[in-house]
């Protein structure tokens, strides 16, 4: 038996030519046609920056602080524009606010004085 499949193993290697490989163990198997690549060239996972290690060097660490300090000079920098370009807000007196509610009023007051 073990003769049989050792000068099986021979021919079939001699029919495809890989002379590498071990007579004794089975063919390869080869993958379905189905199965598919990816496409995309980036990479599965992101790798982080060098200064988040548990032990970063100087330099790494203090790349990793002034692109943290750039982002969120950013943010207070849009922050600022935000506000600064916002309408200021409008003073009203304690006169202007009683003379705008009690606009209605009077009218009211007329409407019901004309009925009577």
Request: with cysteine; charged share 30%.
């Amino acid at each position: 038996w073990y003769q049989r499949r050792v000068r099986e193993a021979v021919v079939s290697t001699q029919s495809t030519g890989d002379s590498k490989r071990d007579p004794c163990l089975p063919p390869p198997v080869e993958p379905p046609a189905f199965y598919k690549t990816s496409d995309t060239k980036l990479a599965a996972v992101e790798l982080p920056h060098a200064g988040t290690s548990y032990n970063p060097t100087f330099n790494d660490h203090q790349e990793l602080l002034q692109s943290a300090l750039e982002v969120e000079v950013k943010k207070e920098k849009a922050k600022l524009k935000a506000t600064r370009d916002a309408a200021p807000p409008i003073q009203i007196t304690e006169e202007d606010y009683i003379k705008e509610m009690s606009i209605g009023l009077n009218q009211a007051e007329s409407e019901s004085e004309e009925e009577k």
